[in-house]
């Protein structure tokens, strides 16, 4: 089958030949160091034969021979260190990201070029990180093989494009990266993404118990690189910092103070989110006080109506229960989510009175610590089917009876 496309005339020899190609660099920065930390080299594409850029992703859709992938594979990393090497001889602390596409270097494995390359150019290992691209990995134990080699070697191992896909997170198992790069299917519009942020802080974790720092990808605004560095990105690349660039125009002087901005300006950032959680949390604990006196002042025949009326009154709350001092439910559980789909219905009901909730963290902390008040983590409530935070707090009737009010607020309306 022929290696052209429509429109497009590749001739691999020459470019090979001329090791004719265009890469530009993307910077990688830690707000936190203030400091660039590395520059990741991407490949734009090659010249045809008109000297029209064909891109990465078209050549990829082509038909190329036996050795031609390899070859222009090779050439991009080469190109890679050539063009990074002025800078690395002015700052011997940036890293180099280069890709590794396991299944085009899969039956080379063991050449020695790339490391043949490497002494070339004088590069210390150390300085280079080799990103593991590849979603379908199908020999592992080659590519754990080429993994081992290149780390004792005193390479770094990253993983791109943590993310992308639906079951690809077994890489980091076979990967064991020592940098994990989470891409756009998660960062972007992560910023008003309730969901996109919990997952994003599960990786995080998730990273961080296997050893691994992570970059955030794909970063295209400053309101998304505050909110990863808030959820724990140790790095941040993207438009919100800088455009790809050619190599010569890379000037680590100019990074820096663009650096040094958005790190005051994360300051700022923060400093209002601590005053916003703190003006949240006066608001709450209002409520529930509000909610507190009533109940005190009151016998338990009342506390239903106390409650209906408590949900209706404020629209942040969900649902509100009551507890006796065993955790079974005194009061059935008031809700403002009267309306529910069918489906949903048939699995999330709103608990009624007699329920035990003793095995609950809202109510097993804040009896077994002797706590007042107990916040739980984001969970989905059975009585909605909606994310909710469960407050439950402790108070007695006008009887000197105990009791635990417990109420659920949707996590986009409360921020703890």
């Known amino acids: 089958m022929s290696n052209k496309k429509e429109g497009m005339s590749l001739n691999i020899n ?5 090791r004719n190609l265009q890469l530009n660099f993307e910077p990688i920065v830690s707000i936190i160091k203030k400091s660039v930390i590395g520059l990741e080299a991407l490949l734009v594409g090659f010249p045809d034969v008109d000297g029209n850029i064909i891109s990465r992703d078209e050549i990829v859709q082509q038909e190329l021979k036996e050795g031609e992938a390899i070859e222009l594979d090779r050439l991009y990393r080469e190109k890679a260190m050539e063009s990074f090497l ?21 039956k080379y494995i063991g050449s020695g070029i790339l490391m043949n390359v490497v002494n070339e150019y004088g590069i210390e290992p150390r300085n280079i990180v080799l990103q593991i691209v590849e979603e379908k990995i199908e020999d592992i134990e080659s590519m754990q093989r080429f993994i081992n080699f290149y780390r004792s070697k005193g390479f770094l191992i ?18 064991e990266p020592d940098i994990i790069k989470i891409n756009s299917v998660i960062t972007k519009e992560i910023s008003y993404n309730y969901y996109k942020q919990e997952i994003f ?20 605004n400053e309101s998304e690189a505050m909110v990863v560095m808030e959820l724990g990105a140790d790095m941040i690349q993207g438009k919100a910092f800088c455009d790809p660039i050619s190599a010569d125009k890379i000037n680590l002087v100019d990074l820096k103070e663009k650096v040094y901005k958005i790190g005051t300006d994360y300051k700022a950032y923060m400093s209002e989110e601590i005053n916003a959680k703190e003006e949240s949390h006066r608001e709450y604990d209002e409520i529930i006080n509000n ?13 239903d109506s106390i409650i ?11 649902c509100a229960y009551i507890l006796n001092d065993n955790g079974e439910q005194a009061t059935n559980t008031a809700t403002r989510c009267k309306n529910m789909i069918t489906q949903k219905a048939l699995i999330f009901q709103p608990a009624k009175k007699g329920t035990d909730h003793s095995l609950k963290k809202y109510y097993y902390f804040l009896r077994s610590m002797s706590l007042n008040r107990y916040v739980t983590e984001p969970y989905v409530s059975m009585a909605t089917g909606n994310l909710c935070i469960t407050i439950s707090s402790s108070f007695k009737d ?5 009791y635990i009010l417990c109420i659920d607020f949707n996590p986009d309306h409360i921020n703890i």
């Open 86 to 106: 002025d800078i690395y001889e002015k700052n011997k602390e940036v890293l180099l990201f280069i890709d590794i596409n396991i299944s085009i270097i899969d």
């Open 201 to 220: 802080k599960s990786l995080i974790n998730l990273s961080k118990k296997v050893g691994a720092l992570v970059i955030a990808e794909d970063v295209e």
């Open 398 to 402: 006008n009887l000197g009876k105990e």
């Open 308 to 318: 209906d009326k408590t949900v209706d009154e404020y629209s942040v709350l969900e």
């Open 291 to 303: 909610i507190i006196n009533k109940l005190e002042n009151s016998k338990k025949t009342d506390f």
């Open 14 to 18: 020459k470019i090979t030949e001329d």
């Open 158 to 175: 990253g993983l791109k494009d943590l993310g992308s896909g639906f079951a690809n997170l077994d890489r980091i198992s076979y990967v």
